[in-house]
């Protein structure tokens, strides 16, 4: 017997119930993009390994899908077998392509390319698939789709503002409780400062955007293997531990970091951006966490993630400012700030919590039964009328038994039955059967559109 086919780990299929639930957050995350002015751009799948490697960080370049050059590529290779031996020095000499890690580094190569035909400050939103050679588990997929907004070409703080605005308006929206933690680079390098280990900035936040995922005393360790001295990482307990209101634990930072210039600027940044949040309509709660990190070298200032408040998943949205992605192709002073949604985890949230409306797994509002050819005359007649107003609806394709085709509406969710029979057909007449319900009603075909339209 043949093997049953299957997808590569941490890939999914989606069926049509999913996709229905999948475009119910595609939708609802671009129309809160538009609402504030963004516009699309889309970006390749692949891109130059050139133009991807170094920007994620160590770590970051190790999760990087590479993608074999074409042809004889081994051909191409120099004379020996040296190279065999070393899978990192092979993999650079035969790839020079590799699938997208995220967003965002595409997206500065695009604004640099494409400078000309732009304005700044320029805001996109950009709704793709992204991969990551990660180990699959709960949560966590090598492929999955990312909605990033970016503002490029300011550096006002009103942008991070408004990004906190967009994930709550966001999360709203899709009946998601969320908390919003924010910090800034500038106060962990003023960290790094204080607990003399300035030169160790890149491996202390790799190492603190763990906390949630393996605990302190696993981040204490791996610390300590990237070199960080136990007396430093003692310095640290404290700050990581700052406890009481965001204005509590800033006023704390304030005296910590009376000699970090550093420290004190991500403090003040991070003093403004909360008080622009107090005098808006926020609904989720806004924490300030030093702890928080995002592991991405690019980025220099605030740093944003949400996290469902009432499902242990991780983060489903997260964000920061980056001053000069742009420099590193050949563009340097585009200061930007943007935020990306993990629609795959959201889509995990909803279906846990029971979050996604009713509507959105039904293909159609309305199905007719088919009684038989002549029935199914009159039945076409009605399905433009009703399309050309709006509504969804489909006539069943066989004239089979009525309990399989009512079985076929029960199981996709059509929450409406239309039945016309030899005698409805002569009366001009149509029975709708409401499913959710069992109730039944009886009215000229004329009136059918609106019927159902008012049902909605």
């Known amino acids: 017997m043949s093997k049953r086919p299957s997808v590569p780990k941490g890939t999914r299929d989606f069926l049509p119930v ?3 639930g999948r475009n119910h957050i595609f939708s609802t995350i671009k129309s809160v993009f538009e609402l504030y002015g963004y516009l699309p751009i889309e970006t390749p799948a692949m891109e130059n390994l050139s133009s991807l490697l170094g920007k994620y960080g160590e770590e970051g370049d190790k999760l990087l899908f590479r993608v074999l050059n074409s042809g004889d590529f081994l051909g191409k290779l120099p004379p020996g077998d040296d190279h065999f031996r070393n899978s990192a020095r092979l993999a650079n000499m035969i790839c020079d392509r590799g699938l997208r890690y995220d967003l965002t580094v595409p997206f ?3 604004v640099v390319q494409h400078l000309n035909e732009l304005t700044f400050p320029f805001r996109r939103y950009q709704i ?6 990660d180990r699959p588990q709960k949560g966590r997929y090598r492929e999955f789709f990312q909605c990033d907004a970016d503002v490029i070409g300011s550096g ?7 990004m906190a605005r967009i994930i709550d308006d966001v999360f709203v929206r899709l009946g998601i409780k969320v908390i919003i933690k924010l910090n800034n680079r500038k106060i962990l390098a003023g960290i790094a400062g204080i607990i003399g280990q300035p030169e160790k ?3 202390l936040t790799v190492a603190m955007d763990k906390l949630d995922k393996i605990g302190l005393d696993a981040v204490c360790s791996e610390m300590r293997e990237r070199g960080i001295s136990a007396e430093a990482i003692e310095k640290l307990m404290p700050v990581i531990d700052l406890k009481g209101s965001n204005s509590d634990k800033l006023a704390s930072l304030a005296v ?11 403090t003040s940044e991070m003093e403004k951006i909360l008080g622009m949040l107090a005098a808006t309509d926020q609904t989720n709660v806004i924490e300030f966490d030093v702890a928080l990190a995002r592991g991405l070298n690019y980025y220099t200032g605030t740093i944003i993630e949400a996290k469902a408040a009432d499902v242990e998943i991780g983060s489903i949205c997260g964000g920061g400012r980056y001053d000069d992605l742009t420099g590193v192709f050949g563009h340097p002073g585009l200061s930007g700030i943007g935020i990306s949604f993990g629609a795959d985890r959201i889509y995990d949230v909803l279906k846990q919590t029971g979050g996604f409306p009713e ?3 039904a293909a159609s509002r309305l199905m007719f039964v088919n009684f038989g050819d002549s029935e199914a005359r009159v039945c ?3 399905l433009d009328r009703l399309r050309k107003s709006g509504v969804s609806c489909e006539l069943y394709p066989d004239s089979v038994k009525m309990k399989k085709q009512m079985q076929y509406a029960n199981n996709l969710n059509i929450p409406f039955v239309a039945l016309i029979g030899e005698k409805e057909a002569g009366e001009g007449t149509v029975t709708v059967r409401d499913m959710r319900t069992g109730d039944q009603l009886t009215m000229p075909q004329r009136e059918l559109s609106a019927y159902i339209r008012e049902q909605e």
Do not use: C, H, I, Y
């Not at 793709?128 to 050679?133: D, N």
């Not at 910590?256 to 991500?266: A, H, P, Y």
């Open 18 to 20: 999913e996709m229905a």
């Open 108 to 110: 500065a190569r695009f």
């Open 128 to 133: 793709q698939p992204v991969w990551r050679a």
């Open 156 to 162: 006002s703080l009103l942008n991070e503002a408004e």
């Open 201 to 203: 900035l890149a491996d």
């Open 256 to 266: 910590v970091f009376r000699e970090s210039e550093t420290g004190m600027k991500g």
């Open 359 to 361: 509507a959105v797994s």
């Open 380 to 382: 076409l007649q009605l």
